[in-house]
């Protein structure tokens, strides 16, 4: 739809080349029949917060994105320096020169440092869940090692402390967990409408949940609760929308742990069997039986995006404590046996180190009624993290005039943190608010305003943000 094989240019020196790039190829893919977006939104001045994690972003517009390229040894230094020191940079509506805009350079260079535990220059660390095949054949002395497993995991709790403390004290908005099997989402206060810090494990498993339960943490789990109340208030409109999820191929997870209508028997009452006279010629279902048949309901949901599970306030800590002894966080077998979770941070925390996303500038062809058209390109690859996404659209709306498409590529299992708190009252705090309550956590005011708004995807995520005179459209 939009490119023509494309010619690419000179990528700067902190960028490298990287499997399936190639402009067209990410195109179509994020075009293909399973990526299908839903209608766009009306133009707004923000778009929503998205708190998935994308692994690759390609920007096009009509304007070139030369003003990314080759960026002086200067202006990386003063790039890192203002992350480091969470510099607030205020860009004019529109930037007439950007190649010549120091301020322009210096603040993407800021936008795309976020920081890692553990670094291993030569594995990657996201994603993790579905990853072995990417990682099979890579070195891991540690994977016979126990003395040496547990020295990194000794490291890399300080390291998962030190971000939890972080957190508390509202100097980090948010970080991720990302482990072999899971992923685990930390707020702070403040972000995502919630009065108190929340945690959001996904997916998960039965017996991930009831290892959880045994350490008294309380949690919930707001897509089967949402579907729970959806299915009492429309009871015809949920069996309409399930009989359309069969039919079309689908499966109605949503519907996945409901009870269904022989549950109300599970009581051991069969009072109807002996009005028939036949209480003893019937045998009827001990309680492990019945036991397994509510267990079957539960099960139905694990590693699916309703198997999500939120943690509120207090019990945070207590889900800290859970993961660091958690037998199930590391793997013991396969190319992430012995190799702790990767930890992603939009701040600097102890033994974190600094990195920065792949980014190069791509041009081609574009076809259009009557023939064709340039059009510049900027493939940013992940792992791009919201604070991010927003960060680099309040640096691309000034230099390309107000004017850009964006295609995202998410990491699909983290899709289901963009979920709301089905028991949170939601009230989203002002600007002003969220200004105090989180003073100095290294995001800009706006893309802080941002995060603090209600998750209003559900557990979908955008796929295509466009902006047009400086207003933002999207599909999700």
């Known amino acids: 739809q939009f490119l023509e094989p494309a010619c690419e240019e000179k990528p700067s020196r902190s960028a490298e080349p990287a499997e399936s790039s190639d ?18 939104s009306s133009p707004r001045q923000e778009f929503p917060a998205d708190w998935s994690i994308k692994t690759r972003v390609l920007f096009m517009s009509s304007q070139p994105f030369t003003w990314a390229e080759h960026l002086k040894a200067q202006e990386e230094a003063q790039g890192f320096a203002q992350h480091c020191r969470a510099t607030e940079t205020t860009l004019p509506q529109s930037v007439q020169e950007p190649r010549l805009c120091t301020e322009l350079r210096c603040a993407f260079q800021q936008s795309l440092v976020y920081w890692l535990h553990p670094s291993l220059p030569w594995l990657p660390l996201f994603p ?28 890399w709790s300080v390291s998962f402390t030190s971000l939890y403390n972080l957190l508390r004290a509202r100097l980090c908005p948010y970080f991720y967990v990302c482990a072999a099997q899971f992923s685990v989402l930390f707020r702070a206060a403040g972000l995502a409408g919630s009065a108190v810090p929340t945690a959001a494990v996904a997916p ?47 499966s109605a997870v949503e519907d996945a742990g409901e009870p269904t209508p022989s549950d109300d028997d599970d009581d051991g009452s069969f009072s109807w069997l002996e009005e028939m006279g036949v209480q003893d010629k019937v045998k009827k279902p001990d309680a492990i039986s019945i036991q397994l048949r509510k267990e079957k309901h539960e099960v139905q949901v694990d590693h699916r995006p309703e198997s999500l599970v939120l943690v509120s306030g207090s019990n945070t800590f207590r889900l800290l404590n859970f993961l660091i002894s958690c037998r199930s966080l590391v793997a013991v077998a396969g190319p992430q046996a012995g190799l702790p979770p990767t930890l992603l941070s939009p701040v ?3 033994g974190g180190t600094m990195q920065t996303l792949k980014a ?14 340039d059009v510049f390109s900027l493939e940013v690859l992940g792992p791009v993290l919201p604070h991010a996404l927003h960060a680099l659209t309040l640096v691309l709306g000034p230099a390309q005039r107000g004017a850009f ?34 003073p100095a956590c290294g995001l800009h005011p706006k893309t802080l305003a941002q995060l603090s708004q209600c998750p209003t995807l559900g557990k979908s995520s955008i796929r295509l943000l466009e902006m047009k005179d400086y207003a933002y459209t999207w599909k999700a």
């Open 23 to 40: 402009l067209l190829a990410l195109s179509k893919d994020l075009h293909s029949p399973l990526a299908v977006p839903r209608a766009p």
């Open 348 to 350: 600097a925390f102890r």
């Open 204 to 250: 998960t498993t039965r017996g991930l949940r009831e290892a959880m339960r045994s350490e008294g943490i309380e949690f919930s789990l707001p897509l089967l609760e949402e579907s729970r109340t959806r299915k009492q208030k429309n009871p015809e409109e949920s069996l309409e929308m399930e009989t359309a999820d069969g039919l079309g191929g689908g």
């Open 360 to 373: 190069r500038t791509v041009s081609g062809r574009a076809r259009v009624q009557g023939g064709f058209e």
């Open 128 to 155: 993790r869940l579905g990853a072995d095949r990417r990682m099979a054949g890579k070195a891991c002395p540690w994977a016979q090692d126990e003395a040496l497993q547990q020295v990194l995991m000794s490291d």
């Open 405 to 438: 498409r964006a295609l995202l590529s998410p990491h699909e299992p983290s899709a289901a943190f963009n979920t709301r708190n089905a028991h949170s009252l939601c009230v989203c705090p002002s600007q002003e608010g969220v200004h105090q309550d989180l």
